[in-house]
């Protein structure tokens, strides 16, 4: 039976490839992020390809009351929400802590961990009263490890880490799977962002050895939705064959 599926940050990298993964499947997409024209062309692009129903929703996951908003103004046809992927997020920045951009440092909080759980707190009472869904955080490698100007990113991501197993414990009762998906190096839209539209630099990151592709951790999160209702996987560490360690590359 096909699902309903709600992605946030799905105008590229991960998100992008998971909302199309689900298409692939017969699912209905709600998907997110802030650039409209984005959304409006993914959503003509899968609805064509895959004949689904996909309904584009865009704000900006750091202001409560956009998101509140947005799922609280769902459709009813629209609120049986069985997985939420709470997949926005970025690194803004790369400097020793006593260099930090304060500006910068504020943007990786309130997206990646304070987004996350206005998304999780509005979608996830939803899943309560049917007593069923999944909910499934991106985290990093950077979440399980600290590495060098990684400061806040990496701080955020360990919140990820730690919001996900609380988030785990306070809903086991009823009966939604929490999982964390931990990528290492992705080859997204994620280090122009973080460059701060540095291409030379941010292409610099992937250079010498095969990274992941966004389609690589599109299956893996689609492949933990896939298992029987009574197993749940609670981390993937998902790696490039060529990165070790969040420090740690075989390049070429
Ligand atoms: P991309 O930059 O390609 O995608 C990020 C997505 O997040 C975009 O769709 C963007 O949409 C959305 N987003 C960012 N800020 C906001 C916001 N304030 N409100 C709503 N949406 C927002 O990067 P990735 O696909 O690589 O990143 C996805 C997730 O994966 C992030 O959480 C990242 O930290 C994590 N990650 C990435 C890795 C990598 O190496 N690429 C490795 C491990 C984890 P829009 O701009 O339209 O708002
Ligand atoms: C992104 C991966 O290692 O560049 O989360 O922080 S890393």
Redesign the pocket.
Known sequence: MNKTILI?????????AIATRFAKDGDDLII????EE??MELSAELRKKYKVEVLSLC????VKEEVEFAISSLPDEWKDIDILVN?????VGMNPIQEGVIDDWEKMI???VK?LLYMTRFVSPLMVERKKGHIIN?????GKEVYPMGNV?CGS?FAVDAITKGTRIDLVTHNIKVTQV????????????RFKGDKKRADGVYKGFK??L?ED?AEVVFYVTTLPPHVSIHDVVVMPTAQASAVNFYKV
Not at 87 to 91: I, K, M, R, S
């Open positions: 946030t940050g799905a105008t590229s990298g991960f998100g992008k997110t992020g802030r650039r984005l959304l704000f900006d996951v750091r997949n926005a997020g970025l690194a309130d997206t990646n987004g991106i985290g990093s490698i950077a990113y991501k931990a990528p290492g190096a992705a080859d997204t839209e994620f280090s122009l962002v990274p992941l966004a951790v």
